[in-house]
């Protein structure tokens, strides 16, 4: 039995007092990270998607929106469909006048990855409700959260609020459009079903949202094959600049932003070149370090990854842990930190702290 406290990242609510809260607001925003990705999209359309269906079918009008931190994947237009939205480009202020009685946060609840909320969020956290799944998080941004680290994506405990908002026993009765969505994120956090994190519970939501009606191939189509020739020519610099270090055990790649300029890719480009070098077998670890710019200057985006070692029955190194020496933090397996540092001042410290 795990015991709630409102000061540490553990979840205080269940998924069904969040379905009685839910029913209570009569506005609802609901935001995740910035950079949204599949699951970050996934969860949080689902569940306006869902509000909204309930609204409308009981003759209230919709009221529930989202709000997304740019730049958005391409792709995010199709899942969005006719979900009220609004997209926060850069230094963009957030609109004034909106004033929810509710904030849901999907996908995240650190302050690192809420930044461009901040400012609206900061006086309104006695109305924020959490649903994540990550190992980490500020709990002080909501009392109310649910935390499940042991879901592959935040969509897993989403589908069991849409189900029960809906009254549903399974998400196999869901509308397509509120599948849709759901199985983006699943499909995306598992690496497309690949990752340690898949099990049972995955697998059985997978095969329910197929039931509702998921086009799988065309989401695949829709997410992976649909890439522009300047991501190629991005994927290659990256895969250039490779260096292995930590007796061979681990890589080191490069995006800088003269990259990003000479091969006219942008931003959201860079998607899944973390995962390319885990396929030599000898690499265990996997850093990809992102030279980037916003309104405080030049600073160092780091993903990590690492596999276990199959043949010789070494664990996966924690990187985690290593993100959490580095300000950041994820996932055991997949984890991320924001350095204010330049890009190779950054690699050596990244270097330094992998084991
Ligand atoms: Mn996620």
Not at 22 to 31: N, P
Not at 93 to 103: K, Q, T, W
Not at 180 to 188: E, I, K, M, W
Not at 209 to 233: C, P, W
Request: hydrophobic share 40%.
């Amino acid at each position: 039995m795990t015991k709630s406290n409102s000061n540490s990242w553990e979840s205080t609510v269940s998924t069904n007092e969040i379905v009685d809260w839910i029913k209570q607001q009569s506005t609802l925003l609901i935001l995740t990270h910035a950079k949204p990705d599949g699951d970050a999209l996934g969860s949080s359309l689902a569940l306006a998607k869902t509000i909204n269906l309930i609204r409308e079918t009981s003759g209230a009008t919709s009221a529930a929106e989202c709000w997304y931190a740019a730049p958005m994947p391409s792709w995010a237009k199709t899942l969005i469909g006719n979900t009220k939205t609004r997209t926060i480009e850069d230094n963009q202020p957030l609109p004034g006048a909106f004033d929810p009685e509710g904030i849901l946060i999907t996908d995240t609840g650190s302050w690192n990855q809420l930044a461009p909320f901040a400012e609206f969020l900061k006086p309104r956290l006695d109305r924020t409700t959490i649903i994540d799944h990550h190992l980490q998080g500020d709990a002080e941004i909501a009392t109310r959260r649910h935390i499940d680290t042991t879901a592959a994506a935040a969509v897993q405990p989403v589908a069991d609020i849409c189900c029960q908002l809906l009254g549903l026993n399974s998400a196999s009765q869901l509308p397509v459009d509120i599948a849709l969505p759901l199985y983006v994120g699943l499909a995306t956090d598992t690496g497309w079903f690949k990752h340690s994190n898949v099990d049972g519970r995955v697998m059985t939501l997978a095969g329910e949202l197929l039931e509702a009606g998921v086009n799988h191939t065309s989401i695949f189509a829709m997410l992976y094959q649909r890439d522009r020739t300047s991501r190629f020519k991005l994927m290659a610099r990256a895969l250039e600049s490779m260096e292995v270090v930590k007796e061979k055990n681990a890589a080191v790649m490069t995006v800088t932003l003269q990259d990003f300029k000479d091969t006219k890719a942008g931003p959201g480009e860079t998607g899944g070149f973390v995962d390319l070098p885990q396929s030599v077998a000898a690499i265990r670890v996997v850093a990809l370090l992102t030279e980037q710019h916003d309104s405080d200057g030049t600073f160092t985006k780091l993903s990590l990854r690492s596999k276990p070692d199959e043949w010789e029955g070494k664990p996966a190194v924690d990187v985690n842990a290593v993100c959490n020496t580095l300000g950041g933090g994820g996932h055991a397996r997949a984890s991320g930190a924001k350095i204010r540092k330049p890009l190779e001042e950054a690699k050596a410290m990244v270097i330094a702290a992998l084991p």
